[in-house]
């Protein structure tokens, strides 16, 4: 029952991350060193509306696995 919510949680942030990564990506090459990956990560974390797409997309995971979990509950 709590396998939606949980997959939610931690398959949402990742795709926003990898999203961002990927929107970056397309002004900056590929950071090639650890250094370059730490500037590279920091920079994600900056982009403009990082944090309040990462809000709305897991405030969409709770109310989709809260609808999900009340719809099991109701029918059982």
Do not use: C
Not at 26 to 48: A, C, D, M, S
Not at 55 to 68: Q, R
């Amino acid at each position: 029952m709590y396998a939606m919510s949980t997959s939610l949680f931690v398959l949402e942030p990742i795709r926003h991350f990898q999203a961002n990564m990927s929107v970056l990506n397309q002004f900056y090459e590929w950071p090639k060193t650890r250094g370059e990956y730490n500037i590279f990560f920091k920079e994600v974390l900056r982009l403009p509306d990082f944090w309040s797409e990462l809000n709305k997309k897991l405030v969409f995971g709770l109310v989709t696995a809260g609808g999900d979990t009340a719809i099991k509950l109701a029918m059982w």
